[in-house]
């Protein structure tokens, strides 16, 4: 199924993603996680792209695969292109669509000290370009609400969208943010650019110190100060502070709903338990949506 679809059909879409086990582990390690995720009844589940080194290592298109055919459910690859070439792109491309795969998330990727761009994609937007001439895929791409770490300004970075979107993106995931005034400045801005496409936003809950500082670190994401008073005060209550950081994610979802989102995308980090929490709290008021009633 194009997720594009999806978009038409339903008021609200909701979404989960999640990542591939280590290379060194088997896939089946997430069979369970996918178990419990499947009865959530996500819109669709998308695959991080899960880079071991090589590219017959990367388990995304395996994962990918295993989502539709043995769950039944729609799924999204991630597929990045900083660090390749046009020919292992293409590579790429075949398995995918060999694995029945119709729909991929095109990235740039992150740049890494170690590691240079081979030099044939510096943007994501040459990506999307690229897929869009290769195969018959349904093409999303990634926006950034609080600007993309390598480009703090934001009206170059909305440009960079509107490129996506010209390109072939046929909608749009957010990067997690905090702080839901950056997503609404963020959807404001892009109406000026009239970008059409829908946008999803991305929404992490968070259940440990760490992981905040790790991802704030990568992405830059600021961090309010009423989620800063929950850290300080639960940090060493790890149930606390997991039942805190499940509760703001869920007040976030809340809020963005009722004013009139295009779509939630959870990242899961792998933790049915938290999916189920969340999902248990805002189904009723999902389907409350797509059935076309005011909440």
Partial sequence: MNIRELFE???????????????????????NTLEELKDLTPDYISVTYGAGGSLTENRTCELSSL???????????????????????????RDLKNAGIENILALRGDMT????????????????NHIKRRGDFNIVGACYPEGHIDCKDLDRDILNLKLKEEAGASHFI????????????????????????????GIM?????????RITSLCGTNIPKKFLKIMDRYEHNKEALRDAGIAYATEQMVDL??????????????????????????SSIINSVNNGNAI
Avoid: W
């Fill in 205 to 213: 809950p968070v259940i440990n110190k760490k992981q905040v500082e």
């Fill in 113 to 128: 000290s170690h590691k240079l761009s081979k030099g044939e994609f510096n943007y994501a937007s040459e990506l999307v």
């Fill in 174 to 201: 957010s990067q997690l943010f905090f702080d839901n005034n950056y997503f609404y400045d963020f959807l404001e801005k892009k109406e000026k650019y009239n970008i059409k496409s829908p946008i999803q936003a």
């Fill in 9 to 31: 059909e339903k008021n609200l879409v909701f979404s989960f993603e999640i990542f591939p086990p280590k290379v060194s582990s088997s896939v089946e390690t997430i069979y």
């Fill in 257 to 282: 709903i009722s004013s009139g989102v295009d779509g939630i995308h959870l990242y899961t980090m792998n933790n049915p338990y938290v999916a189920k929490r969340i999902n248990g709290s805002i």
């Fill in 67 to 93: 989502v539709k055919s043995k769950y039944g459910i729609e799924s999204l690859a991630h597929l990045t292109c900083i660090n390749s070439t046009k020919e292992e792109i293409d590579f790429l491309l």
